[in-house]
Structure formats: structure tokens, C-alpha cells
């Protein structure tokens, strides 16, 4: 199955907005897919429908080829952005209460579950109760309990949030550990950094629409500004006249006798086209291609979203 | 708690009745009768010792504070035309004194009274009439039941238990929908579990423990309180203890003979274990208190759904347990009059019947209520829990993740027609 989850023409409504309307994405199987979007977006609300916690008001939702049914349920595992487990109940009871109501034996949780614990070095864990862990170490065990019974598909709602950088990283391993296993993955977040760092595919939602989708890559090249910066020594003038008319020069400035641009490329040429270009002529010292950030992007594609219409003038 | 609480319930119960019953000092009457001498004097008797003294009653008063006198009794004059007689306590006497005060004062006015008119005590005596009626229902087996006095309290007291247990248990799932709501893992178990299995999976459970506190709770308490009760009471409420306690004459015992049976037989712990229907009772009470908790914690789990901490569950708390505390108030008159139309009504009712019709069954005595009626109310609790769930189900569901609104009457209304 190529695409493991297929949202289609999914519309819900609650009583004074439309929380989603029309949104359709694929997701790709085995892919670390990002879901992002400013806050009120709508995210949460197809993360609840995916979830079969609410359902949507028009549309489907295909899950490995079938439409999204109870059974899935032990497919699926969750970690919702606001955090919470019993604070009362002891942390190895009820990461079995959890396991089994997602379908797992008692005895196969117990023993993924002492695999995590050690994995997480957390074994003296196991007879405290929640209420006498730190918030970093409860959302450690939450993240335990969502990953515990193998889903296909794992939803996680801003994992990182709450971590500090180590645990953070250490999130983020096992993650692209869990992609290799071959589980899919949606995330929401807000963290661009990590959506750069580990996301194969992404969608934007923005106020209830899809404004964006596909593979990272692909995105980004396709908001490539085709901006590059040279650092040079050497004659601004015969720089200058080495680019070809392929070449807009955007910016320059000098710095402690090295000469700092920005050009912008018009015509299709390769980077080293233009070091053919401008190596006989001056002393290169770096080169290199400013790609959009995601969170650039992002910005940019709401923003723009969010421009309102220009007021036409009757002449 | 489970274990201390009706161990406590039966000390304090029984302490207090204990300390309740047990009579203090001695009592120095001064007595002023006003009667010149007509009247006879009041004879001593345990406890009670009566001073006559030839004084005005402003002048007894004056010195009464200082003296070592507890009471003053002051008897008017022309008493056989005027029946008054005044008495000032430094310390308030018992029931029971005052009691022995009244009769031996009633005895010798009667003494004088009767030789006044030159009747004979014995003519006196046989004319003197006391019937006891004693009520029985005529059931439709034809049969005829005697009403037990006790039991109207033992329905009484089970009415409350009941009130007092829905109210508890309710509020515990209410707190636990709370919690849930509060501390977020509500999401996380509804991506597996349906919102209104989550719900009745929660009444339930605190439905299984109050169940076994309650079997509990009976257990103890019947082992403690029939245990407690011998050793305190035994001497407590044998007929000849009450008597001398009366402190009576002779003839006050002829006067009181029809009377005694009665008086043995309320207040008499072999009544209260043996002529109640006990098995028939506890029953009842499993049932009604079972329907009732359903009917009432789905209501609880609904508040608890549509607030985000306990504080703003006060707007909505008292509608729903106004019909709880209601009946528990209207019990008292159903006591006394278990037949009538209010008694009817409110044990069919099922927002009431859970109290009420615990308190009727008791109250009517042994087939005092009709079968069918039984029958209507048992059916109509278990009509009104379905309906009750079924409402709370639909506010639950969308309310366990709605944060942040204050919400209102109106927006629950709302909530009932959002698909799921």
C-alpha cells in the first residue's frame, strides 16, 4: 500500500466555524510526515477524526486501503499535545492498564515494557506513582505507552514539547528508529527545526484549508528563491561583469576586505556554471545556495494566505 | 474507612443513646402549694426529694438561687379547678422526672378531687378507661397486619442512608469525570475506548464499590449493634426497669396496665429484629439504592463532563439534587401518612422513588403496599436510569473535550443534538 492513510474531502463544522473544510492528504507508508499549521488551523480536529474521536461531517478517511473502523484502533497509537495520565495510579500499572485497552495481552506489555524502561534507563520507575515524577519523566512514560503496541500508524501531537534538548534529541532517535521498523508517522508541530530535520513529507493547513503538500524536498525547490551568496576577494567590478546575464545581483556589502553578495540566478545554470563564471575573475571564498527554511516558508504561505484582497476601484 | 465507619456509626449511635438515657442527679424540690395543706404530700422517692415550705412563691424564688434546691415546683391554688402547676429548674430536668413529678402531682389532685365529689377510689378506678388501638392493615390476601412502630424509623433511617449514599457515590464519579477531564488522559483513552463506554465503565465501577461497602456496612453493623445493644440495653428495657424508673404507686400500675404492653413493646430490641421484615427490606433497599445511584451518578457524570474544575459545578448541582433532598424531607410526612396521594405519587416518581417508596414500605407494615405499585415504581426507576444515561452520554461526549467555555443551560441543550 503505497499511501497507509488517505484523508479525502473531509469537512467537519462545529457550531459558529468550519474547523475543516475539504481537506484531502495522502500519506505515504513508512514516511515521517509533517502536519503543520498556525494555532486554530485545524490540525487537532483531523488529528481527532483520524483518531476516531470525533467524526467528520463529510468525507472519508481510508486507512491501509479500508475505511477507518473500531478495528483500527490497535493500529493507531496517539500522544496528544496536552499530556496526561491517572496522577494516582503507580506508572508500570498503568502503562499496562493503557497497553491492554489498546489491545496488547498483559503479559506481551510487560515485557515490551520492561525492553522500554531499560531502553530508557527508567526502571526504578516502575512501582512510583505518576504524581512523583518530574513533567519531563511523565511525558517520557507517555511517550512509552504510545509506541508500546507497535501501530502502523503513530500520531504524535508536538512530541517535543516539554524537553529539554537532550531528551528532545533522544525523542528524535528513537522516532527515526520507529521509521525503520517501518511504522508511518505523523507529527504536528510547531518545532521547524525538527520538521527540517526529520520530515519526508509535509502538509500546511492553514484556517480549515490545505495550502501546501508533498515531499520536503519538493517543497522547498519549489519555494526555492534561487538565491545564492558568494564571499570573494578581489575586484567588485570584474565580478560583476563575469555573471552573465543569467545572474541579478540582489546585494553586496564588504566586510574586512572580503566582499559579501547575494544574486539571485534567472536562467537555468548549475552552481558550478556560475564557479566557472566568477573563479577566473576573483578569489572565491565560499559559495553557497540559500535555501528557504520551512519556517520561512510558513510564514511566508500564511501570510500571504492572510493578505487581505486589495480594494478594487470602480473606474 | 470501610471497615471504621459503621464501627463508629455504632459507637456514636450508641453512646449517645446511652448517655441520652442516663439519668443525672438528685433532685431537692422545694415545693410550694398554695392548697393550704389540702392537697397531700408529695412522697420521696428515688432521686427525687420534695422540701414543702410555708412560703410565697416570690420569696421562694428569691432565695432559690442560693439554696441548695435544684427545683421549685409550685403548685397554684384551687388546683382541683385550675390544673397548673409551675416548676423552675436550675438544671433541666429528664423527660422522665418531670414525668414522675406530673403523675404523683395528678395522683393526689385526683385524691382530692374524687373526695371533694365523695367518690371511692376503686369506682374511681373502674371508671377510669384507657383503650389502646392498635391499627392492622387488611391486605388483600385478607390477612391482617399489625404496623410496627419501628418500623417507620427503620424506613426512615434506611430513606436517609440512601439519600445520603446516591449523594456520596455521585459526587465521587462526578470528581473522577473531573480528574479525567483535568488531567488530559481522557484523550488519550478515548482514542481507544468510546466516550460513553468510558462513562458507564466509570458508574459502574463506583457503583461495584459502594456495593460492597454497603454488604459490608450491614454485616458490621448488625453484628455490632445486636452485640452492643445486649450489653447496654438489656437492663434498659425490661419492663420493670421502665417502672421503677416511673416511680409509680400501686395504682398508677393498675392505671397503666393496658398501657404496658404498648410501652414494652416500642423500644423493644426483639421487636426491631424480629417483627421487620428484614430480608424483604434489604432487598428493597439493594434496589432502590442500585436504581437510584444509576439515575443520579449518570446526572453527576454529566456535570462532571460539562465543567473544568469542581467550583463551577455548583450552578448545576443543586437542580439535579433538589428532587434528592426533596424527598428526603417529604419522608417525614410519608412516615406519617404512608397511604396518602403524596405517598403514592412520589414513590412512582423515579426521581424520587428511591427514598420514598423505602420509606412507604416500611412505614405501611408488612403487604401495606400494594404489589403493582411496587411493580410500577421498580419499572419506572428502571425507565429513568436508561433515559438518564442516555442524556448523560450525549453531554459527556462532547463535553470531556471542551475546555475553556463557561457553559450554560442553553449550550447543553446544544450538546444534545451534536452527532457523534
Known amino acids: ?315 | 474507612m470501610t471497615v471504621f465507619g459503621p464501627i463508629l456509626m455504632a459507637i456514636l449511635l450508641l453512646g449517645v443513646f446511652w448517655l441520652g438515657m442516663k439519668e443525672s442527679n438528685e433532685r431537692f424540690v422545694l415545693v410550694i402549694d398554695e392548697n393550704q395543706g389540702v392537697l397531700g404530700e408529695l412522697q420521696d422517692s428515688d432521686g427525687i426529694t420534695y422540701d414543702y415550705q410555708d412560703l410565697s412563691f416570690e420569696d421562694a424564688q428569691r432565695l432559690f438561687l442560693a439554696s441548695s434546691y435544684t427545683d421549685i415546683l409550685y403548685v397554684s391554688p384551687n388546683i382541683t379547678t385550675v390544673d397548673a402547676a409551675r416548676l423552675l429548674f436550675k438544671k433541666q430536668p429528664s423527660a422522665t422526672v418531670l414525668r414522675t413529678i406530673e403523675w404523683r402531682l395528678e395522683e393526689k389532685v385526683e385524691e382530692l378531687k374524687l373526695l371533694q365529689r365523695d367518690i371511692s377510689k376503686s369506682d374511681f378506678y373502674k371508671i377510669k378507661t384507657s383503650i389502646s388501638i392498635k391499627p392492622a392493615k387488611f391486605t388483600q390476601k385478607g390477612e391482617q397486619m399489625e404496623i410496627i412502630e419501628e418500623a417507620s424509623a427503620v424506613g426512615f433511617v434506611f430513606g436517609l442512608l440512601i439519600y445520603m449514599f446516591i449523594f456520596m457515590y455521585g459526587v465521587q464519579v462526578m470528581r473522577g469525570v473531573i480528574e479525567e477531564k483535568s488531567n488530559r488522559i481522557v484523550e488519550v483513552i478515548i482514542s481507544s475506548v468510546k466516550p460513553f463506554e468510558l462513562m458507564i465503565g466509570k458508574i459502574i465501577g463506583v457503583g461495584l464499590v459502594s456495593f460492597t461497602q454497603f454488604i459490608l456496612w450491614v454485616f458490621l453493623t448488625i453484628i455490632l449493634f445486636s452485640g452492643l445493644q445486649y450489653a447496654l440495653f438489656s437492663d434498659m428495657f425490661e419492663a420493670s426497669n421502665v417502672m421503677s424508673q416511673m416511680q409509680m404507686t400501686p395504682e398508677m400500675m393498675q392505671d397503666m396496665a393496658p398501657h404496658m404492653d404498648l410501652a414494652k413493646e416500642s423500644g423493644n430490641p426483639d421487636n426491631l429484629i424480629n417483627k421487620i421484615p428484614w430480608g424483604n427490606a434489604l432487598t428493597m433497599f439493594a434496589f432502590y439504592f442500585l436504581g437510584g445511584y444509576l439515575l443520579y451518578s449518570a446526572l453527576f457524570a454529566a456535570i462532571g463532563a460539562a465543567v473544568d474544575s469542581e467550583t463551577d459545578t455548583q450552578q448545576f448541582m443543586l437542580p439535579i439534587t433538589m428532587p434528592l433532598i426533596f424527598a428526603y424531607m417529604i419522608s417525614i410526612f410519608i412516615v406519617q401518612n404512608p397511604d396518602g396521594p403524596a405517598a403514592f405519587w412520589f414513590s412512582i416518581i423515579p426521581f424520587t422513588s428511591p427514598i420514598v417508596m423505602m420509606v412507604r414500605f416500611l412505614a405501611s407494615g408488612e403487604g401495606g403496599v400494594p404489589l403493582w405499585e411496587i411493580g410500577l415504581s421498580i419499572a419506572l426507576l428502571i425507565v429513568g436510569f436508561i433515559f438518564t444515561t442516555w442524556l448523560a452520554g450525549k453531554i459527556y461526549r462532547t463535553g470531556i473535550l471542551m475546555y475553556g467555555k463557561k457553559v450554560s443551560y442553553k449550550e447543553l441543550w446544544k450538546w444534545l443534538s451534536y452527532k457523534g
Request: aromatic share 8%; net charge negative.
Open chain 1, 1 to 315: 500500500m503505497e499511501y497507509l492513510l488517505q484523508i479525502q474531502n473531509i469537512v467537519k463544522k462545529f457550531a459558529n466555524h468550519v474547523a475543516l473544510d475539504d481537506i484531502s492528504i495522502n500519506v505515504p507508508n513508512g514516511q515521517i510526515f509533517g502536519l503543520l499549521g498556525p494555532n486554530g488551523a485545524g490540525k487537532t480536529t483531523l488529528i481527532r477524526i483520524i483518531n476516531q474521536i470525533t467524526g467528520p461531517d463529510s468525507g472519508t478517511v481510508l486507512f491501509d486501503g479500508k475505511q477507518l473502523n473500531p478495528n483500527h484502533i490497535s493500529d493507531i497509537g496517539y500522544l496528544p499535545e496536552e499530556r496526561g495520565l491517572y496522577k494516582k495510579m503507580k506508572v508500570g500499572e498503568q502503562a499496562l492498564y493503557l497497553a491492554q485497552l489498546k489491545g496488547m495481552t498483559k503479559s506481551e506489555a510487560k515485557t515490551k515494557l520492561e525492553y522500554w524502561f531499560k531502553k530508557f534507563e527508567i526502571e526504578g520507575w516502575w512501582n512510583k506513582k505518576v504524581e512523583e515524577l518530574s513533567k519531563g519523566m511523565q511525558q517520557k512514560i507517555q511517550f512509552i505507552i504510545t509506541v508500546l503496541h507497535e501501530p502502523k500508524l503513530l500520531i504524535l501531537d508536538e512530541p517535543f514539547s516539554g524537553f529539554d534538548p537532550i531528551n528532545t534529541n533522544l525523542i528524535k532517535q528513537e522516532i527515526l528508529e520507529l521509521k525503520e521498523k517501518g511504522a508511518t508517522i505523523i507529527f504536528s508541530t510547531h518545532n521547524m527545526s525538527s520538521v527540517e530535520e526529520i520530515c519526508d513529507y509535509i502538509a500546511l493547513i492553514n484556517q480549515s484549508k490545505k495550502i501546501l503538500d508533498g515531499p520536503i524536498n519538493e517543497v522547498r525547490d519549489a519555494y526555492s528563491s534561487n538565491l545564492f551568496e558568494v564571499q570573494f576577494k578581489g575586484n567588485m567590478i570584474a565580478f560583476t561583469n563575469a555573471l552573465w546575464t543569467g545572474y541579478e545581483l540582489i546585494e553586496q556589502r564588504e566586510e574586512g576586505g572580503i566582499n559579501k553578495v547575494k544574486i539571485k540566478r534567472i536562467t537555468k545554470h548549475t552552481t558550478n556554471d556560475l564557479l566557472g563564471a566568477i573563479i577566473p575573475h576573483v578569489e572565491v571564498i565560499s559559495i553557497n545556495e540559500i535555501i528557504p527554511s520551512m519556517n520561512d516558508i510558513f510564514i511566508d504561505k500564511v501570510n500571504e494566505i492572510n493578505q487581505p484582497e486589495p480594494i478594487k476601484v470602480n473606474e
